[in-house]
RNA sequence: GGAGAGGUAGCGAAGUCCGGCCGUAACGCGCUCGACUCGAAAUCGAGUUACCGGCUAAUCCCCGGUACGUGGGUUCGAAUCCCACCCUCUCCGCCA
């Protein structure tokens, strides 16, 4: 969410970012919207003064005895028509709230242009991609001959886009959540939390995946719970309506978590394998840090989610999206795309983010500076460090051998009881 | 799921029966500044909610409004009365 005095005060910012965007949206029809609220807030303002000032009037009067029934008359006016104007308010400041929470983040002034995932612009890449002297197979392959990959089976326990891990998959899956958890602590400053998978409305609200979102979300039948796309809401919202120490910032977060994801939308996209699932899991990093220094922050994240792939020698290049490919909160964000040898191109692994002030409105999350009585707005970020079911099916394509077996990188095997090679175990 | 208690500032808590200078909200704690002190503790004094609108160069003042879990209702007027819902705690039931 914008700061609506912001948007008032300066239109062509908006207008300029809505178009970057791509968007539809109308800032002369909010504009004029907003206009009408300050004036009927205005009116109903002075009735309401007349009101708590004639109270006080009214409560003396009745102490000392004196004949009130002419001013109980004029309140009877004034209240009655306090009743309609607010009324009238409260339909225009629904209105006002629907429009700008359905307004995106304005995107920064680094953000490139361009329509969509092709406008993206590279920002640097890492690792040589692997030559393997034979042709290379996709993970699904790979690991369903392996015998660790099973999606017949999920798909006969619950249905399609879910994926059921066997044997040396359920363990690489553990070892990579593990692994990647014991990284960011231990090396990058985060402190790691398990929140609830299952969020409230206003958790989503906070995070900005509601109001607008709602398809994308598994939600609870009878319930105001749903599950959660990603545990930036659930981390995101541990702050929700509260004001930090400024000595407190930046604040670091890691988590493990399951997120679930209907996929709307996306039906014949990815269908075979783990790429796109309902259900997969993701270590997140969340930064909660001063608006002066959220860029360089931003930077620091990616950094973080990078050295994963770098620790797990996998090739990766980085991408800044491009306006209008960019998510509907965020203000800049660097896709980190791992290289896959089966399907001959770069895959979206990790996707962070600075959202600047906008999840922060929306949850209310404050700190309050040494040096004024006012409190601030605290700039949010977020980035997968990393997506794990991504990972996994990363490892497979590029430690791919002639034979079908997988090697384990070095780095994981005392996660995996020191297995260095998967392979088929001959009956 | 059943019974009971509760939700008021950063924290604790009074006020609710009997509606009206009781919401910058008593009292206590914490925090900030000052006095005393070589310094500290103790003590004494002062200060300390957020948001919205207006005014404004201003996130300073000043003026006004709103908020007592949430949403409705009654009333000239609601923390207080009525209805619905949410959450927390205790006990019981069920359960990993």
């Given at each position: ?140 392959e790979l690991g369903t001959a392996l015998g660790g990959l ?13 994926v059921l891990l066997k044997g040396w998959a359920a363990k ?256």
């Open positions: 969410m914008l700061d609506i005095k912001f948007i008032r005060s300066n239109p062509d910012e908006i207008r300029d970012g809505l178009r970057k965007r791509r968007s539809k949206l109308d800032l002369e029809q909010f504009l004029a919207i907003d206009q009408k609220r300050r004036d009927l807030l205005l009116e109903t303002e002075e009735l309401k003064a007349r009101r708590n000032q004639a109270s006080g009037e009214m409560a003396r009067m009745k102490k000392t005895g004196e004949n009130a029934e002419p001013l109980l008359a004029e309140l009877g006016i004034v209240s009655a028509r306090i009743k309609t104007l607010d009324e009238e308010l409260r339909g225009i400041d629904q209105q006002t709230s629907d429009w700008v929470m359905s307004i995106p983040n304005v995107p920064h002034s680094s953000v490139p242009e361009g329509v969509d995932e092709a406008d993206n612009r590279e920002v640097r890449s890492w690792g040589e991609k692997p030559v393997l002297p034979f042709a290379p197979k996709e993970h699904w099973d999606f017949e089976t999920a798909a006969k326990i619950t249905g399609s886009r879910f690489l899956e553990r070892a990579l959540i593990s692994f990647m958890l014991d990284v960011q602590t231990a090396e990058n400053g985060y402190d790691e939390v398990m929140p609830p998978v299952i969020v409230n409305r206003e958790s989503l609200m906070g995070t900005g995946q509601l109001p607008k979102f709602e398809d994308e979300l598994f939600h609870l039948e009878n319930t105001n719970y749903y599950l959660i796309p990603t545990a930036e809401v659930p981390v995101t919202n541990i702050y929700r309506d509260t004001t930090l120490a400024e000595s407190a910032l930046p604040i670091a977060h890691c988590a493990y978590t399951a997120c679930f994801r209907s996929e709307a939308g996306s039906y014949g996209k990815d269908t075979k394998g783990m790429i796109r699932q309902h259900q997969f899991d993701k270590v997140e990093l969340v930064r909660f840090v001063h608006p002066d220094a959220s860029y360089d922050e931003l930077e620091k994240l990616l950094g973080h989610a990078e050295s994963i792939l770098q620790k797990l020698g996998l090739p990766y290049r980085v991408v800044t999206l491009c306006a209008g490919d960019l998510g509907f909160s965020s203000a800049k964000t660097y896709d980190i795309e791992v290289w896959l040898p089966g399907q001959d191109k770069y895959r979206e692994i990790s996707s962070c983010s600075n959202f600047e002030d906008f999840q922060a409105r929306r949850a209310g999350i404050r700190f309050k500076p040494a040096d004024s009585k006012k409190s601030r707005l605290v700039h949010t970020l977020n980035g997968s460090g990393l997506a794990v079911g991504r990972t996994m099916v990363a490892i497979l394509e590029n430690y791919q051998q002639a034979d079908g077996s997988v090697i384990v990188p070095e780095i994981l095997r005392p996660y995996m009881n020191g297995l260095e090679k998967i392979e088929l175990r001959k009956a």
